[in-house]
């Protein structure tokens, strides 16, 4: 076994290596960008090697500066995580004539199926169902167009060396594939150093389904069951599943021997993803075809974890120092469900747009990387980021994953919300309610999925999950407790007036604007005349409140706010507004203060680069037509025209480093 191994990646995954490797009694060396100076990761491996500037280009990417931290530390293997170096060909060869142990797939199965272009020529020759499409080289944009008319709209281009929802895109129409080719190149390029691009055709209904391939280098290869990975936005996946809802015994059978058999034929070993793309319109569950293999850890594994058992870092560093698998196929196991949703810096409220800054608050619902594959009772939390820390503009924009493990699916949900309630985000926007209104989603509940599910259930953008009475009311009685508290500290604290003023027994909670009597009164509180019975610990000040009511548990996120606070549970916040009955009244007399109209301005939504000015002073254009491109954590974004106007003035050029809220241009 190894004495000591080095990861060649950052954040969560070099957190979730060190954490196994240490387990096993391994030395780790973590090597960092300047960005990353501080990063958990660092502190958390036995030895940290600098090797350069903060774009991922001239530190994570460059594999002789990896070789070097190698040599100077003395480790004898490498584990890649996953994106950066881990499906690079090059990479596995120059570790090989160091001596050094890559600890994933041998080079040739990486060259064979790392590639999606050269992967579809493979699986067609072994026989695989395949998604029709065009598996050459792609010429130009002009050729692109000719292609998809081909194959017939809608269809997809992707990177050829893609991966994690990056250069790819959809298009329903020759608009769409002129507009999104190049960008599709441009990702490709920047984040994979490969700008090829394949076209295939889009199925609809589709179902992203993968199977997790383990195998050793002595002819072993097993399949550890199915993910469900089809609530995804973008591309990039957003909610993973173990089993799948969809998924028949009879079907995991078949998806798992003919995926065994495609690693086989290409001599594969270690940790791998074959991913499949079905056909939700199929009953019968038996249309699933090849989209492509990955030569990697994903970023979903925790919920094969779960369900299984099996450690798959810890079987990768076996496998890479020489063992034998120690469990045969019909030992792998499928216990309960597990659910992964991955909290990212964007902001679901703002159309999803990236979002970059520092972590003024951050408290996970448990501590990370405590307690078992399936966490401490049923919660697991994989981070790379601590309270402080800041989220840049340089790399990936998730922030922690949140992983649930219960008997049941609706089990593994409702410990979802519950926990996601818990997990205290400051400082950037992100998508913790987003990721509770999926959990508690009737469709998603259903198991009716397809990647299709987010544009569909939330197709004019999201405002919040759905929220029910019994909610109001209970954050009436929270609100109504908690003005009493405060005033009853305002009055101590002060002390001038003596006892003689007592905290208002009655109160007019105003919860998003529908108006609660609540009336304080020993141990239960009355709201709009009903009886609640609650308890709860509340000190002014608390950023979290758990309050048991009516023999029910619901944790509440507050902020305190100039007429009450701003509260958040169960994937909604509220504004609450507060005040004594006795003063209620007088709100009618106070002025409402009405925003300004910016539809004129085409602001930057978040920190990024200006890859592309698409018009010009004095252009005439249409609303929706495409205004500017700009990158942003090595995503491109289309920023579109509100209104049909004519540009007036241009304010930054192409190239330029733009600020949030930095105007780029105004139309008159």
């Not at 072994?126 to 598996?135: M, R, S, T, Y």
């Not at 085409?602 to 990024?608: A, E």
């Amino acid at each position: 076994m190894f004495k000591k191994i080095l990861i060649a990646n950052r954040g969560e995954i070099a957190c979730r290596v060190i954490k196994t490797a240490r387990r096993m009694g391994i030395a780790t060396v973590a090597v960092y960008s300047d960005a990353d100076a501080r990063a958990p990761f660092v502190q958390m491996a036995d030895e940290a090697v600098h090797i350069g500037a903060s774009p991922a280009s001239e530190s994570y990417l460059i594999a002789d500066k990896i070789i070097a931290a190698c040599k100077a530390t003395g480790a004898e293997a490498v584990h890649p995580g996953y994106g950066f170096l881990s499906e690079r060909t090059s990479f596995a060869e120059a570790l090989a004539k160091e001596n050094i142990a890559f600890i994933g797939p041998p080079v040739n199965a990486i060259a064979a199926m790392g590639d999606k272009i050269e992967s579809k020529k493979l699986a067609m020759e072994a026989g695989v169902n395949v998604v029709p499409g065009f598996v050459g080289e792609i010429e130009d944009t002009e050729h692109a167009v000719r292609i998809a008319d081909e194959i017939g709209y809608p269809v997809m281009m992707k990177a050829s060396a893609g991966g994690g929802g990056k250069g790819m895109r959809l298009a329903y129409s020759e608009q769409d594939v002129r507009e999104g080719f190049e960008s599709v190149k441009r990702e490709g390029l920047n984040s994979f150093g490969d700008d090829r691009v394949f076209i295939e055709k889009f199925i609809l209904n589709p179902r992203h389904i993968e199977i997790q391939i383990l195998g050793d280098q002595h002819g072993n290869t097993l399949y550890l069951n199915e993910r469900e990975c089809s609530i995804q936005r973008r591309h990039q996946k957003v909610v993973e599943e173990a089993p799948s809802p969809f998924v028949t015994p009879k079907m995991r059978k078949a998806m798992g021997e003919q995926c065994v058999a495609l690693a086989k034929a290409v001599g594969y070993y270690s940790a791998g993803t074959v991913e499949l793309i079905v056909s939700g319109a199929d009953p019968t569950g038996e249309s699933f075809y090849f989209l492509e293999m990955n030569t990697r850890l994903q970023v979903e594994h925790p919920v094969t974890e779960a369900i299984t058992g099996i450690d798959l870092v810890e079987q990768m560093i076996r496998v890479a120092a020489g063992e034998k698998l120690e469990l045969t196929q019909d030992e792998v196991k499928l216990d309960g469900w597990a659910i992964e949703n991955r909290v990212y810096a964007e902001d679901p409220y703002r159309g999803f747009l990236p979002s970059t800054g520092r972590l003024v608050r951050y408290r996970t619902p448990v501590p990370a990387w405590e307690g078992d594959e399936r966490g401490d009772d049923g919660v697991r939390v994989d981070a790379g980021v601590e309270e402080g820390g800041e989220v840049s503009i340089f790399y990936d924009p998730m922030i922690a994953k949140l992983v649930t493990w219960g008997e049941t699916r609706d089990e593994a949900a409702d410990l979802q919300v519950a926990a996601l309630d818990r997990f205290e985000l400051e400082g950037l926007g992100h998508n913790i309610d987003f990721l509770s209104a999926i959990m508690q989603h009737p469709r998603f509940r259903s198991g009716e999925l397809t990647t299709g599910f987010i544009a569909e259930e939330y197709p004019e953008g999201f405002h919040g999950a759905d929220t029910d009475a019994d909610v109001q009311r209970a954050l009436a009685a929270i609100a109504g407790f908690m003005a009493a508290a405060e005033a009853d500290r305002a009055r101590r604290t002060d002390g001038q007036l003596g006892d003689r003023l007592d905290p208002p027994a009655k109160w007019q909670v105003t919860i998003d604007g529908t108006p609660h009597k609540v009336k304080l009164g020993g141990n239960h509180i009355k709201v709009d005349g009903d009886k609640i019975d609650i308890a709860l610990e509340y000190t002014p000040g608390d950023r979290l409140v758990v309050a048991d009511i009516d023999d029910s548990e619901l944790a509440v996120k507050v902020a305190k706010t100039r007429t009450g606070w701003r509260m958040t549970t169960r994937g909604r916040i509220h504004q609450v507004r507060v005040l004594p009955w006795h003063l209620a009244s007088l709100t009618q007399h106070m002025i409402e203060k009405i925003p300004p109209d910016l539809s004129k301005y085409l602001i930057c939504p978040m920190p990024g680069l200006l890859v592309a000015l698409h018009v010009g002073e004095g252009d005439k254009v249409e609303a929706g037509q495409p205004l500017a491109t700009v990158e942003a954590m090595k995503m491109e974004n289309i920023l579109r025209a509100e209104k049909s106007g004519t540009v007036k003035t241009v304010n930054a050029a192409q190239g330029d480093s733009l600020a949030v809220d930095a105007v780029i241009l105004e139309m008159e």
